[in-house]
């Protein structure tokens, strides 16, 4: 039987939402009938969009945090031998969640009708990306699920804990780079203005600097508005522009060469590549399957290609480090750790230490980075703001000198 969720009123007119399995729309009404409660909207749970245009429940995907508890708990239960559509059902009446609740219960009802769990999760594959119903569907080929489960929970949980790290250290810098701005931009906007008045009717040619302030200043308040329109006007011309294919990979080509972003973006790309693998080939996935969902996880276009071009050479009797290293994207401490692999045998072993390395040293790169950026932006909030008050105090220099 099919999910569906539902949103009714009470005895005392109290809004209920919630998630149960019927035949029909008309069957789940007629029951929540039988229930006392007087329903206001039923709807299946599925991937897409509803009837009346709007979107379901699991079209809105989950959190990765949620999505590694949900993994552990059914890890866990997998353990102790339970059947699959008692382990989902379990799960889902233990979340708190109510879009775990009604995403699990959907798939529960595809097992139930005789679909595989990861065919059944390929009914939501915002929820369940590519990776996680692969690795599932190696595990239920194997028996090993519970394994593979544990497998997914720890990467979950480890790509949801760098995507944390990688926030957090640049959260700082963002509020002071915004608020730097900010009052550079009140400073010369509303405060120059004022002051400079002062210096109207001296009759006196100012010196240079002062002559520039003032200029910068007239020149932000009356095209200021047109400039930030002008900057937005062309974030959205260049979002829409790298929807196309051939723009963002030359954007995507660019970044790489940048001298300091390129080494980040490769950074962040070969651990997850390297992570995704690992945890792929751990599972029993076969080498180019894991290959081509490997790739899909890299963000970077030409580091994509790359990896397709090198499970092409794969297929045709190369080893994976060195169809990897004829790219030159990635670096080479993970092709050496993947060709010590494949020469010794512990091919998983070698790609789980080169995602560790690759993340450890993304951490200490960025660490690096925002440990720089920070002094050099306060020293060049301090050139600025000394800047303007020398433009000011110029002119009353000169003042006193002809006074005296």
Request: without cysteine; aromatic residues 6%.
């Amino acid at each position: 039987m099919p999910a569906f969720e539902y949103q009714a009123l009470d005895a005392g007119g109290r809004k209920r939402k919630g998630v149960t399995e019927g035949d029909t729309a008309r069957a789940v009404r007629a029951r929540l009938r039988q229930d006392g409660l007087t329903p206001l909207a039923v709807e299946e749970v599925r991937e897409q969009a509803s009837a009346r245009g709007g979107l379901s429940l699991g079209a809105r995907g989950i959190s990765p945090l949620d999505l590694a508890l949900a993994t552990r708990q059914m890890a866990t239960l997998a353990r102790a031998g339970l059947p699959v559509e008692e382990i989902l059902g379990t799960v889902a009446r233990q979340t708190e969640k109510a879009r775990i609740r009604s995403v699990l219960t959907a798939v529960r009802t595809r097992v139930m009708e005789g679909h595989a769990l990861a065919t059944a999760m390929g009914a939501f594959p915002r929820v369940f990306p590519e990776l996680y119903r692969t690795t599932v569907a190696a595990g239920e080929q194997t028996g090993h699920l519970d394994l593979v489960l544990e497998r997914l929970a720890d990467y979950t949980e480890n790509r949801n804990a760098l995507r944390q790290k990688i926030s957090l250290a640049l959260f700082y810098p963002l509020i002071l780079t915004v608020v730097a701005i900010g009052v550079t931009v009140a400073l010369l906007a509303f405060v120059v203005p004022e002051v400079v008045q002062v210096f109207a009717g001296i009759g006196q040619e100012l010196p240079w600097l002062t002559r520039a302030l003032i200029a910068t200043s007239d020149a932000l308040r009356d095209y200021g508005l047109w400039a930030l329109a002008g900057l937005v006007v062309g974030g959205f011309g260049l979002r829409r522009l790298l929807r196309h294919e051939r723009w963002r990979y030359r954007y995507h080509g660019m970044l790489l060469r940048l001298p300091l972003v390129g080494r980040l973006v490769r950074g962040l790309n070969t651990a997850r590549f390297a992570r995704t693998l690992s945890i792929l080939a751990g599972s029993g996935v076969p080498l180019l399957e894991a290959l081509r969902t490997g790739g899909e996880v890299i963000g970077n276009q030409p580091m994509r290609a790359a990896v397709t071009a090198a499970a092409q050479r794969v297929r045709e009797g190369s080893g994976i480090g060195r169809a990897l290293e004829q790219s030159g994207y990635f670096p080479p401490m993970t092709v050496h750790l993947i060709k010590s692999g494949e020469s010794s045998g512990r091919l998983n072993e070698m790609l789980e230490r080169a995602a560790e390395t690759q993340e450890r040293e993304l951490e200490t790169r960025i660490a690096m980075v925002v440990g720089v950026f920070e002094p050099m932006l306060i020293v060049t909030m301090g050139a600025v703001v000394l800047t303007i008050v020398l433009a000011i105090l110029l002119p009353i220099f000169e003042l006193n000198q002809l006074v005296n």
